[in-house]
């Protein structure tokens, strides 16, 4: 597969879409990712690292995937046995 069109390998089944067909507000960005960023930071104090990396990645997927916020915090901590996620 030849990789000059674009600076990033393509995902199967992921269109290559090139940055300026993309409208980015890079403000709108970051306002709706930080307080995700601080969820994060104070869960890493209760769950260690790990633990609240994984779960703000799993929000911020299914963010990125049109849920909002809350549902997608409410779905993830729904995937947790005993303040863990069951690797499976």
């Not at 990033?8 to 960023?37: F, G, H, K, T």
């Amino acid at each position: 597969m030849n990789h000059d069109c674009c600076p990033y390998p393509m995902m199967p089944n992921v269109p290559y879409i090139p940055p300026q067909a993309m409208p980015i507000d890079p403000n709108a960005i970051m306002n709706s990712i930080e307080p995700l960023v601080l969820y994060g930071m104070q869960e890493a104090q209760v769950t260690g690292v790990h633990h609240a990396m994984r779960e703000v990645a799993y929000i911020a997927y299914l963010m990125g995937k049109g849920y909002d916020d809350q549902t997608a915090r409410m779905i993830v901590e729904s995937w947790e046995v005993n303040e863990a996620f069951p690797m499976g």
